[in-house]
């Protein structure tokens, strides 16, 4: 079977066996002018890394560690809801390969069972023209076993494998993702966010349930009654106040 099923995704693929960060591998070569669609895979990161400098577990050769180079001609202000468009690529995906069903936490968490899957970073380079690149990193949890785990992760996380007990093959895996994510960024780049946020809701954990926002600055309660076209997530708290929400962690409530 040939790798792709893409036009332009993945068509340059950087593949390294070992690297800090897919991330900071593709800023870099971002910057030296890779071409829209450049993908960066990994077998292993010693230093991959999620929101706010936080640790990113990259197990050896149990995941899908990889970052995308995009260059699309939109301002910066519909950069987040890319991370939104992949989260729907990334659902799909498992859904193909596994038949297994994600659901999508806002804004970046894919769970099974209510635990982690897969995290999604998206990453700017900017400047007074606008958009240089997006960088989206996407970390898939394939068949790692528990113990293939750090253990301030093992409450939290699963794997593919974990779920339904088969090893899964990372390269229809990446196959898949990668046609979904030419998809998806296609459609959001040519017609806007509003068909991929009917998907986008579809598979959300968290619309009309309640939920606590912890941002850096407060913490909110309510009820999670939407996102907007910006893929801002709007919190109604029990004072009957609208929140709309930018970035934060959310907790489930029950
Ligand atoms: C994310 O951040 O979820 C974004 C993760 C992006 C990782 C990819 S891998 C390829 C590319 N290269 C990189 O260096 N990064 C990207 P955030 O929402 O901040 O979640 C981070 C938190 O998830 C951590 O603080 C842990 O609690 C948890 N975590 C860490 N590793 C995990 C794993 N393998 N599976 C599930 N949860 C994990």
Redesign the pocket.
């Known amino acids: 079977q040939p790798l792709l099923k893409t036009a332009k995704i993945g068509q340059v693929m950087e593949y390294i066996d070992s690297c800090p960060?897919?991330?900071i591998l593709a800023h870099k070569f971002a910057q030296e002018g890779a071409p829209d669609g450049t993908v960066v895979l990994t077998e292993t990161?010693t230093a991959?890394?999620?929101?706010?400098a936080?640790?990113?577990?990259?197990a050896p050769q149990k995941g899908i560690?990889?970052?995308v180079i995009l260059r699309p001609d939109v301002v910066p202000q519909k950069a987040p809801q890319f991370t939104l468009v992949a989260a729907v690529a990334v659902v799909r995906a498992i859904e193909e390969v596994t038949g297994l069903k994600p659901e999508i936490k806002w804004p970046?968490?894919i769970l099974l069972n209510g635990r982690?899957c897969t995290?999604?970073?998206t990453e700017l380079q900017s400047d007074a023209d606008g958009i240089q690149a997006l960088i989206i990193?996407?970390?898939m949890?394939a068949n790692q076993e528990l113990e293939d785990?750090s253990p301030?992760?093992r409450d939290?996380?699963t794997s593919l494998k974990m779920m339904d007990g088969k090893t899964v093959d990372r390269q229809e895996l990446v196959r898949s993702l990668l046609f979904y994510l030419e998809q998806y960024t296609n459609l959001y780049i040519e017609q806007g966010f509003k068909m991929l946020k009917i998907m986008w809701e579809s598979y959300s954990s968290t619309i009309g349930r309640p939920v606590r926002a912890r941002m850096a600055k407060e913490t909110l309660e309510g009820i999670a009654e939407g996102i907007t076209d910006e893929g801002v997530l709007q919190l109604r708290t029990n004072d009957g106040k609208l929140h709309g929400i930018y970035s934060a962690d959310i907790e489930m409530k029950n």
Do not use: C, H, P
């Not at 991959?48 to 706010?52: E, F, V």
């Not at 936080?54 to 990259?58: A, E, T």
């Open positions: 960060s897919t991330q990161q991959g890394r999620g929101r706010l936080r640790k990113w577990d990259s560690w990889m970052s970046n968490d982690k995290g999604i970073l990193g996407i970390g949890n785990f301030e992760v939290i996380a």
